[in-house]
C-alpha cells in the first residue's frame, strides 16, 4: 500500500506524472492497489489524473487543491468565477468523498450520502450532472474502484437519474441517494439526512435584487441545516455577489 509517507512526497505537479511511470512496471493488481491508494489520499491526484482533467495541471489549482484538502468541511470557500471553485470542491471533492467511505478498506468508516444544494434545483442538478456524466463515462475509475462504481450504471444502479439522484455500490441501504440536487428556496426536501451537505452557488445574481430576496435565501439556508445528521459535515462554495448577502451574513 501507497503510504502517506509517500503522499508528503509529491510536492510538485512533474512528481504526479514520474510516479505514474514507474507504476507502469508494476502488474495490473499492483497498479490498482497503488491507485486507489493515491486517488484515497490526494485530492489533486483524483482531480487531475483520475478524473483525467489535463486543464487542471496549473500550480495555482494544485495548491487550491492541498488547501482545500486539509480542511473540507465547515468551511466556507468564497473563489471569483472561473477560479475552478465548483470543479475542486464539488465536482473532485464529492467523488473524494465516495471513494474514502465505499469499497474495500476505505479510509472512512461511515459510507457517505451527499446532499448538493443550490439558490434553485436547476442549479443544484447541474452540478450533479457533472458527476453523473463522469461516472457513467470513466472507465478509468470504474476499473480501479470496480467495487464502487457500475460500469453501466444506468442499468445497474437502483437510482441513477438527476431528480432522484444517483447511486453507487454500497454496504448499506439508507433512503437517500449517494448524490442528489436540491435548491434551497424552490423546495427543500423532507424526510431527508445527508451526512454531506454541499453547498454550491447558494447566492446567485438575481437571488440579491432584494433584500427580501437576500433574506429568503439566508432563512432557507438555515432552515437547510435540518437536512444533516448527527455528526454530519457540511461545507460551502460560492462568489459575493452583494456586500450584504448571505454569504456576508455566514462570515459573521
Same mark, same amino acid.
Given at each position: 500500500?501507497?503510504?502517506?509517507?509517500?503522499?508528503?512526497?509529491?510536492?510538485?505537479?512533474?512528481?504526479?506524472?514520474?510516479?505514474?511511470?514507474?507504476?507502469?512496471?508494476?502488474?495490473?493488481?499492483?497498479?490498482?492497489?497503488?491507485?486507489?491508494?493515491? @486517488?484515497?489520499?490526494?485530492?489533486?491526484?483524483?482531480?487531475?489524473?483520475?478524473?483525467?482533467?489535463?486543464?487542471?495541471?496549473?500550480?495555482?489549482?494544485?495548491?487550491?487543491?492541498?488547501?482545500?484538502?486539509?480542511?473540507?468541511?465547515?468551511?466556507?470557500?468564497?473563489? #471569483?468565477?472561473?477560479?475552478?471553485?465548483?470543479?475542486?470542491?464539488?465536482?473532485?471533492?464529492? %467523488?473524494?468523498?465516495? %471513494?474514502?467511505?465505499?469499497? $474495500?478498506?476505505?479510509?472512512?468508516?461511515?459510507?457517505?450520502?451527499?446532499?448538493?444544494?443550490?439558490?434553485?434545483?436547476?442549479?443544484?442538478?447541474?452540478?450533479?450532472?457533472?458527476?453523473?456524466?463522469?461516472?457513467?463515462?470513466?472507465?478509468?475509475?470504474?476499473?480501479?474502484?470496480?467495487?464502487?462504481?457500475?460500469?453501466?450504471?444506468?442499468?445497474?444502479?437502483?437510482?441513477?437519474?438527476?431528480?432522484?439522484?444517483?447511486?453507487?455500490?454500497?454496504?448499506?441501504?439508507?433512503? $437517500?441517494?449517494?448524490?442528489?440536487?436540491?435548491?434551497?428556496?424552490?423546495?427543500?426536501?423532507?424526510?431527508?439526512?445527508?451526512?454531506?451537505?454541499? @453547498?454550491?452557488?447558494?447566492?446567485?445574481?438575481?437571488?440579491?435584487?432584494?433584500?427580501?430576496? %437576500?433574506?429568503?435565501?439566508?432563512?432557507?439556508?438555515?432552515?437547510?441545516?435540518?437536512?444533516?445528521?448527527?455528526?454530519?459535515?457540511? #461545507?460551502?462554495?460560492?462568489? %459575493? @455577489?452583494?456586500? #450584504?448577502?448571505?454569504?456576508?451574513?455566514?462570515?459573521?
Amino acid at each position: 500500500r501507497m503510504s502517506q509517507a509517500t503522499i508528503d512526497i509529491l510536492t510538485q505537479r512533474s512528481h504526479y506524472h514520474r510516479l505514474l511511470t514507474s507504476l507502469q512496471e508494476r502488474s495490473e493488481r499492483e497498479q490498482r492497489a497503488r491507485l486507489r491508494d493515491l @486517488y484515497r489520499t490526494d485530492l489533486y491526484a483524483l482531480l487531475r489524473y483520475g478524473l483525467r482533467r489535463a486543464d487542471v495541471d496549473h500550480e495555482w489549482i494544485f495548491q487550491r487543491c492541498r488547501e482545500v484538502q486539509r480542511e473540507m468541511n465547515g468551511v466556507l470557500d468564497l473563489w #471569483a468565477r472561473e477560479h475552478y471553485k465548483s470543479t475542486v470542491l464539488t465536482f473532485a471533492g464529492s %467523488i473524494f468523498r465516495i %471513494i474514502r467511505s465505499h469499497g $474495500e478498506d476505505a479510509p472512512e468508516d461511515r459510507e457517505v450520502t451527499i446532499g448538493i444544494f443550490s439558490h434553485t434545483k436547476p442549479i443544484a442538478k447541474g452540478f450533479l450532472r457533472q458527476i453523473k456524466y463522469e461516472l457513467e463515462t470513466n472507465d478509468h475509475l470504474q476499473a480501479v474502484f470496480d467495487d464502487i462504481f457500475y460500469a453501466n450504471p444506468r442499468k445497474e444502479a437502483s437510482k441513477w437519474t438527476e431528480d432522484e439522484g444517483i447511486t453507487v455500490k454500497r454496504r448499506t441501504n439508507p433512503k $437517500e441517494a449517494t448524490i442528489e440536487a436540491h435548491g434551497l428556496v424552490d423546495g427543500q426536501p423532507t424526510s431527508k439526512h445527508f451526512v454531506h451537505r454541499q @453547498y454550491d452557488d447558494v447566492v446567485t445574481l438575481e437571488s440579491v435584487t432584494t433584500p427580501d430576496m %437576500i433574506a429568503k435565501t439566508t432563512a432557507a439556508y438555515e432552515m437547510s441545516d435540518n437536512l444533516g445528521t448527527e455528526g454530519g459535515t457540511f #461545507a460551502l462554495a460560492g462568489t %459575493i @455577489y452583494h456586500f #450584504a448577502d448571505t454569504y456576508r451574513e455566514l462570515q459573521k
